[in-house]
């Protein structure tokens, strides 16, 4: 696909496609395809569009077990995506809240409770909230006290055990 800025950009649709496939195939490449289709002449409303797509897809290439894609670069690729353009983009709120609750999610599973904080700052800095299930805040203040308790009993990260994101929506 391989597109500069000054390019006549390809359809929506196309890219979509091809960045399925891509996705689906493993293929890490795609992540500067995206960027270079955002920064091309595409409609406004296009790349608003392929964003929300793509990220969509993102997500679940994340939560996605059997990928062989680096899950840090996506999941970092994804908040960084969604800061640099939050406000450009104006996205549902909604959207925001379940795209980064998964970054939340697997921060944690991946036990780096630093990372998932900031994902739910970004998010409470924002004004978004999870309507969904328990909130950001609340959420953020256990991260907290968790690393708190783990600062201060040195408790071995492996050990600790979050609820999936199932698990969570269902306490409600």
């Given at each position: 696909m391989n597109m500069s800025?000054?390019?006549n950009p390809v359809s929506k649709e196309s890219f979509l496609e091809e960045a399925l496939q891509r996705l689906q195939a493993d293929d890490i490449v795609i992540l500067d395809d995206f960027l270079a289709y955002e920064k091309s002449k595409a409609p406004f409303f296009d790349r608003v569009e392929v964003a929300h797509e793509f990220l969509d897809?993102?997500?679940f290439k994340i939560k996605e077990s059997k990928s062989?894609?680096?899950k840090e670069v996506l999941t970092q690729f994804s908040l960084d995506f969604l800061r640099d353009t939050?406000?450009?983009y104006g996205y549902n709120p909604k959207f925001v809240g379940i795209q980064c609750k998964a970054l939340i999610t697997y921060y944690q599973n991946q036990k780096n409770l630093d990372k998932a904080i900031e994902v739910c700052e970004f998010l409470i800095r924002h004004g978004i909230t999870d309507d969904d299930?328990?909130?950001f805040h609340v959420r953020l203040d256990e991260l907290h006290r968790l690393k708190k308790r783990v600062e201060e009993k040195g408790i071995?990260?492996?050990s600790l055990k979050?609820?999936?994101?199932?698990?969570e929506d269902d306490e409600e």
């Open positions: 800025a000054e390019s897809l993102l997500t062989r894609m680096s939050l406000k450009q299930s328990k909130g071995d990260l492996r979050f609820p999936s994101e199932e698990e």
